[in-house]
C-alpha cells in the first residue's frame, strides 16, 4: 500500500511510537541549537576598569583581544592616526607612565564631538599568553579624567569604538604574519646563498685538491727514478 499523505501516515501510526519520535525530534533540536551556540565565535566585549596614569587612578574603558600586542597597538595608532592625530609613548627610566601612548588634543567623533587627550596602554595579559591583549582607554580633558563626567551614552560610544576596532586588528595581525613570513624567505633565501657560495668554495678547493693530489704523485714518481738512477750508479752491489 503506498502512503501519499504524511498527515495519514502519522494518524496510522500507533501513539506510543508517536510519543517516541517526537522526544526523539526535540532531543535533536536541543543538540542542534546546543552545538551551534558552543560554535560561535566569542567576540570580546569592552568593559569599564581602572588604571593609574599621571599619578592618579582613573576611570579607563578596557578590552581584551586575542591577539598579539603588536597587532592591537598597530590597528589603534593607525586608526586614530588617519584622523590626522600624531602621537608620543611615554618613556624614562622614573617615568611611572612609562608604556603609555598619548594622542593630544584629539578629535574622535566615534567617541565624543568634544577634543581630549586620549590615552592608550596596551599591554599582554600575562608572560605565557602571548595572544591575549588588554587594552585600556583613558580619556583626558584639560589634565582631568573625563569618563566619570560623560554621560552613558558617550561611555558607550567609547565602548564600541573598542568592539568595532577587530576588523582593524585582524588586517594589522595579518600584516605582521606577512611581514614575519616575509623575513623567513629572506632569512632562507640568504642561507641558501650561503651555502652554495660555500658549496662553489668547497667545489674550488676539490678541484685545486684533486690538482695537488695529481702533482704530488708527478713528484713521488720523478723522486723515484731519480733514486733509482744514483742507485744504478753504486759500484758495489749491496
Same mark, same amino acid.
Given at each position: 500500500m503506498f502512503?501519499?499523505?504524511?498527515d ?8 506510543? *511510537? ?5 522526544k ?10 546546543f552545538?551551534?551556540i ?5 567576540? #570580546?566585549? #569592552?568593559?569599564? #576598569? ?5 599619578? $592618579?587612578?582613573?576611570k ?7 591577539y ?6 598597530d590597528?589603534i595608532?593607525?586608526k586614530?592616526?588617519?584622523?590626522g ?8 627610566? @622614573? ?8 594622542f593630544k588634543?584629539a @578629535? /574622535?567623533?566615534?567617541? #565624543?564631538?568634544e ?17 591575549e591583549t588588554?587594552?585600556?582607554l583613558? &580619556? ?5 579624567d ?5 554621560s552613558?551614552?558617550?561611555v558607550?560610544?567609547a565602548?564600541? @569604538? &573598542?568592539?568595532n ?19 623567513? /624567505?629572506v ?11 660555500q $658549496?662553489?668554495? &668547497?667545489?674550488?678547493?676539490l678541484q685545486?685538491?684533486t690538482?695537488?693530489?695529481e702533482? *704530488? ?10 733514486l733509482?738512477?744514483l ?8
Amino acid at each position: 500500500m503506498f502512503i501519499t499523505n504524511r498527515d495519514d501516515y502519522l494518524w496510522r501510526i500507533p501513539l506510543g *511510537q508517536k510519543t517516541i519520535k517526537n522526544k526523539q525530534m526535540k532531543r535533536l533540536l536541543f543538540f542542534s541549537c546546543f552545538a551551534f551556540i558552543f560554535s560561535a565565535p566569542v567576540f #570580546s566585549q #569592552s568593559y569599564e #576598569s581602572n588604571i593609574t596614569y599621571g599619578k $592618579k587612578k582613573q576611570k579607563a574603558i578596557a578590552i581584551d583581544y586575542g591577539y598579539p600586542q603588536e597587532a592591537v597597538q598597530d590597528a589603534i595608532i593607525q586608526k586614530i592616526e588617519k584622523l590626522g592625530h600624531t602621537w608620543k609613548e611615554e618613556k624614562g627610566l @622614573f617615568n611611572k607612565d612609562k608604556g603609555f601612548i598619548v594622542f593630544k588634543d584629539a @578629535f /574622535v567623533t566615534d567617541v #565624543s564631538e568634544e577634543r581630549m587627550d586620549y590615552v592608550l596602554k596596551i599591554e599582554r595579559k600575562s608572560r605565557k599568553d602571548k595572544d591575549e591583549t588588554t587594552l585600556y582607554l583613558v &580619556l583626558n580633558k584639560g589634565g582631568e579624567d573625563a569618563i566619570p563626567a560623560m554621560s552613558a551614552h558617550d561611555v558607550g560610544k567609547a565602548k564600541v @569604538f &573598542l568592539n568595532n576596532l577587530l576588523p582593524e586588528i585582524e588586517e594589522a595581525n595579518l600584516e605582521l604574519q606577512i611581514k614575519s613570513q616575509d623575513d623567513a /624567505v629572506v632569512k632562507s633565501e640568504k642561507k641558501f646563498k650561503d651555502l652554495q657560495d660555500q $658549496k662553489v668554495d &668547497l667545489e674550488k678547493k676539490l678541484q685545486k685538491n684533486t690538482e695537488d693530489i695529481e702533482n *704530488q704523485q708527478k713528484q713521488i714518481e720523478s723522486q723515484r727514478t731519480a733514486l733509482e738512477g744514483l742507485k744504478g750508479k753504486r759500484k758495489v752491489v749491496m
